[in-house]
């Protein structure tokens, strides 16, 4: 069972950055593949980026688009979200989620869930 561990959240200004992370143990068929999806306050989760199961390309939702950038660090199973441009309707709970076996309906339908860390972007 594979463990995902958050950090990174936080209180910031529109317009500013920060930058999650997500350490990953247990699950031999991760394959270092690991994504974000965000929950706003009365909102659904929803898929923000992700590491291709397939060619290990970043995908993205629209919104974030040339404002989020996800990596990943191999050697230490860590996934990274570097969010720049901030905006108010960025703040969410951010979750870190990792495939189901054999990548089976990723990036869409994750396997696990971290416990989140919350963004909070203030106008």
């Known amino acids: 069972q594979v463990r995902l561990v958050e950090s990174g959240g936080g209180l910031v200004q529109a317009g500013g950055s920060l930058r999650l992370s997500c350490a990953a143990t247990?699950?031999?068929?991760?394959?270092?593949?690991m994504g974000w999806f965000r929950q706003a306050p009365g909102k659904a989760r929803e898929f923000v980026a992700a590491?291709?199961?397939?060619?290990?390309?970043?995908l993205y939702v629209d919104s974030v688009k040339g404002r989020f950038t996800v990596s990943r660090d191999n050697d230490e199973s860590t996934v990274y979200l570097q969010m720049n441009s901030l905006k108010p309707e960025d703040t969410a709970v951010y979750y870190c989620?990792?495939?189901?076996?054999?990548?089976?309906?990723?990036?869409?339908?994750?396997?696990?869930w971290g416990q989140g860390t919350q963004v909070t972007v203030s106008s």
């Open positions: 989620v990792s495939p189901r076996p054999h990548g089976i309906g990723w990036p869409r339908i994750p396997g696990s």
């Open positions: 590491i291709s199961w397939t060619d290990g390309s970043p």
């Open positions: 247990g699950g031999s068929f991760i394959k270092n593949v």
